[in-house]
Nanobody, 116 residues
């Protein structure tokens, strides 16, 4: 079972920047960030797998996801923060067992609040 430990988050003023990090206890083949605002469904923010990245339209151009493979850690940098970015951000990591079974692992969640 891969454990994920998130850090970062907090209260940020609109227009500011934030970096979240998520350290995995083992190797993964894909990592990403999702977020869930009050009363809304959890949504994809950004994912990275094998060097390929994908971003939600709402953060394109102001968001950057990258992985430090030496530390099994994924980072999410968001610039030009908006109040609508306020949400709980969750790290997700995908692993594959020796029998090829895919498993998803989730972090504990980090509150990000953007004040206007």
């Amino acid at each position: 079972q891969v454990q994920l430990v998130e850090s970062g988050g907090g209260l940020v003023q609109a227009g500011g920047s934030l970096r979240l990090s998520c350290a995995a206890s083992g190797s993964t083949f894909a990592m990403g960030w999702y977020r869930q605002a009050p009363g809304k469904q959890r949504e994809l923010v950004a994912v990275v797998s094998g060097g390929d990245t994908r971003y939600a339209d709402s953060v394109k151009g102001r968001c950057f996801i990258y992985v430090d493979n030496t530390k099994n850690t994924v980072y999410l940098q968001i610039d030009s923060l908006k109040p609508e970015d306020t949400a709980v951000y969750y790290c997700k990591a995908d692993t594959r067992d020796s029998d090829a079974t895919l498993r998803a692992h989730w972090g504990q969640g980090s509150q990000v609040t953007v004040s206007s």
